[in-house]
Every structure is written in C-alpha cells, then in structure tokens.
C-alpha cells in the first residue's frame, strides 16, 4: 500500500509537471527553461519566442534562413552587402564554399552558444577571413604581415557592410580635414511631402490646420485642457490629423471603434516606413514577435531603475499628444539609459550645439543629440516616383560595428580619417566623443598606398 500510494504520487507529479511544461511551450510568454544555451546580445529579447526564429524546422538551414531573412533581408541586399548570397551562388565561387558555407547565416552567427560568442554575434573563428583571402598581400602589399585576425578590427573590414571602408571611397575622402566647412544633418521634410505620401490617408485627414473647435472625439466625451492643448500645438494638428485618425481602430468584423490607448499599429497608418524600422530594432522586436512591448529590465546595458517597468512604445518617447520631437531625441533616451556613454552625453560638445540649437543660436540641424547619431535622418526611397528623408527608428543599423554611423552620420560634420579614429578609440566613444581621437586605424594610408601603386602599374587608371 505505501508503494502503490509513493508511485500514485509521483504519477501525479509527473502528469502536473508534464502539463505545465506543455502550457509554457505552447502557450507560455517564458520559454527560456528550454533553451540549449544563453541568447545573443541582439536577439534575447525575443527568446521567449521561438516561432519566431524556428519556424517549421530546428534544424533545416534553409527554413532558418528564411527566418533570418525576415528580419534582416534588408539589410544584406545589394550594393551593402559586400558578401551576397548571390557571390556564392556563382560557380565560380563554387570552391570557396567547401571551405565556409556563406550561403547561411548560421554558419557564421549560431545563437546559444555564450561560450564562443562574440560582441558582433560572430561564432566563427576570428580570423576565418583566411578562408578565401590567403592571398591578400600578393594581391595588396600594404597587407604583408597582417593576422587575419585583424580584418574586423575598428575601421578595416566588416563582412557585410563596407560602405565607408572600401578603398576607392577611402581614397576619395582621404585628405579631409577633422571638421568639414558644412556640418549640418539632412532635414525634415514629412510635412511638406506629405500631399506626394500615396499611403497618406488623404480621404479622411486631408492636410490641413485644425482648430479646438474641429477636435471630432466622440460626442459627449470630455477631453482634458492638457490634451486639448497638447495636440492643437503640434505637427499633427497642423497638418489636418484629428483625434480619430489615432484613436478609431478596427474591432471585430473590422468595424472602426474608439480606443482610449490607441498602440503602434495607430501609428502605422501614416508612419509606416518609421514604425517598421522601429520593430526592426532593439526598442520594438518583441513587438514584432506578438510580445508584450520591450522595458529597460529587460535590456542588459546599465539603465536608470525608475525606468525599469516602462513598457517601450511609439509614446514613450513621442509623448501622448504632445508628440515634441526635441523631447524624444535626447530626454526620451536618457530617461532610461544609464550607461557611461549615456551619462557623459550631457558634458559633450555634442551636447553644448544642441543646446545652441534649441535657444535659437544655431540653424536647424547644427545639433548633436542622441537621435541625431542612432537614428539619424537619411534619404531613401520610398516608391517609384518619391525619394524622402526619413529618420531611422531602427537604432541597431548604426549600433554595431559603429562604422555603420560613419557615413549617414559622422560624414554630415567630420572628415573620413578622423571619423574612423574615432569609432576605434572606446576612451572617447565612452567619453561620449569629448576630445579627439587617441589612436590613429591605418585604413586611410594602406589605400593611398595601394592606390599609389595601382596607378603606377595602369598608368593613371583608378581603381
């Protein structure tokens, strides 16, 4: 009887623990219990998801690089990927694969494996550059007696995007001074494109100036002054957007109703291009993952504990009807981020412009805030017939390596060299950029070198 009753018991545990675990996995928001091994830095914020990477498959290559692709296709596309699917897809390229399998990303970024990790994501060897480039200083002299595991040191190679480490663009900007005679960033201009925004809801919201008297919240409903005054003074109520527009949501059978906390999605219907990038990066990923929005607890930089438990959307740094952009490029950020770089902003020469900026002293655009370098303003192309600057909401496309920043950001103020001396010193990059740049990457002179004896050889024929 005292077996019998020892076995019901651990039967019954069993059958409890069995169940729990099937809930956690299939309905559970925390599945980390079940994971092989720590996640990386850029994706352990949607670890509890799995779906979200391991699709049909844990193990089939092509289903995981499907998976990898939804998020990052984007951004390993032609002319920014230096090394394409498609270079391998090549046979003539044909040999190098038997070397290193460049048609997977996992080849090289294999999550759940902490132990030979590193910063970049890269579980690859250091030096596996050597696998197709043992030939580099026969073909590059400047490159005699270098380790391959030198290639992705701060400012030489990065795998994927070389757009200001190639050699005829060093060459081009290589004689630059620190600070160039223009240093001003791209400037807005959504609000005076938007009458060309096809994806503009035009119909319902034309553009326009609105008045208190032409608020269309619901009959009946009282709206607080601070609102009402909140919202007449900015961008949206200039430009014909009212209360509907933000807060009438589709309910069952795709009927529009009120919605006192509209989300992301309200944002989407005019901000699409912003909101995307935004659930791209680091502040939205969970979003996309049909996770609950991100908090700095979450976040495993050093972040200020009174933010800990604020849930990362649209409105955290935009404000709730107030919407103040000045406010969402440098508070919105330092609310939560508590980080050396982060705390020695304020005592910046970055930080003194735009202070001269928002007084008045210096024109739009002389400013450095937080915004200005990790989501900065670029130009893209937004249809067939419309090309727009657009701010960057994704802040991992400058974030790492740092030479991402250098021409979307750093090339609208400094010149080329010192831009890269830059982002290799950690010291100044800690001190939040206040000082000049202690250490001098060889980039520069390697390619005057090369090019030197390039045009020797051709006579006069650039590379």
């Known amino acids: 009887m005292k077996h019998s009753k020892l076995w019901l018991l651990w039967l019954t545990i069993i059958v409890i623990s069995g169940a729990y675990l099937t809930y956690l996995l299939i309905d559970g928001e925390d599945k980390t219990m079940f994971m092989p091994g720590a996640m990386t830095g850029g994706h352990h914020q949607i670890g509890v998801a799995c779906e979200a990477c391991h699709t049909d498959s844990f193990t089939d290559k092509e289903d995981m690089q499907k998976a990898c692709e939804s998020c990052h296709g984007e951004q390993r596309k032609k002319p920014f990927d230096s090394h394409p699917r498609a270079k391998f897809t090549d046979p003539r390229n044909a040999d190098r694969l038997e070397n290193i399998d460049a048609l997977h990303c996992i080849t090289c970024h294999v999550e759940h494996k902490p132990e030979i990790t590193q910063k970049t994501g890269l579980t690859q060897p250091v030096d596996f550059c050597v696998h197709c480039h043992q030939d580099i200083a026969e073909e590059r002299p400047s490159h005699a007696g270098m380790g391959f595991e030198t290639c992705a040191s701060a400012g030489c ?54 008045e208190v008297k032409d608020m269309d919240a619901p009959e009946g409903m009282q709206v607080a002054d601070d609102i009402v005054h909140d ?117 910046s020469s970055h930080y003194e ?38 701010v960057q909401h994704n802040q991992n496309a400058t974030l790492v390596p740092n030479e991402k920043m250098i021409r979307p950001v750093c090339l609208n103020c400094h010149g080329l060299g010192f831009s890269i001396d830059a982002l290799a010193d950690e010291d100044l990059v800690q001190r939040n950029f206040k000082g000049k740049p202690s250490k001098h990457i060889n980039s520069i002179d390697m390619a005057e070198q090369d090019n030197k004896r390039h045009l020797e050889e051709t006579g006069g024929e650039t590379f």
């Not at 990065?158 to 060093?170: E, Q, V």
Request: net charge negative.
């Open 353 to 390: 412009l735009w202070q001269k900026e928002s007084k008045g002293e210096l024109p739009e655009g002389s400013g450095v805030s937080c915004a200005t370098c990790h989501m900065p303003r670029t130009s893209i192309d937004v249809s067939d017939w419309l090309r727009r600057v657009v």
């Open 157 to 210: 190679h990065n795998f994927h995007n070389n757009r200001a480490l190639y050699t005829d663009f060093l060459v081009k900007h290589m004689h630059e001074a620190d600070m160039l005679d223009k240093q001003k960033m791209p400037a807005r201009e959504f609000a005076s494109v938007l009458e060309d925004i096809a994806t503009y809801p035009h119909d319902r919201y034309p553009v326009g100036k609105l």
């Open 231 to 347: 919202w007449v003074t900015t961008a949206h109520a200039g430009s014909g957007v009212n209360c509907t527009a933000c807060h009438m949501v589709s309910g069952e059978d795709d009927k529009k109703v009120w919605d006192d906390h509209p989300d992301h999605r309200a944002c989407q219907t005019c901000h699409d291009i912003e909101v995307n990038q935004f659930m791209q990066g680091k502040h939205g990923m969970r979003l996309k993952s049909g996770l609950s929005p991100m908090t700095p607890a979450q976040a495993r930089l050093p972040m200020k504990a009174d933010s800990h438990d604020t849930e990362l959307t649209c409105n955290t740094c935009h404000q709730t009807h107030a919407y103040k952009l000045e406010t969402a490029a440098v508070e919105a950020c330092l609310g939560c981020h508590d980080d050396k770089h982060s705390i020695a902003y304020k005592n």
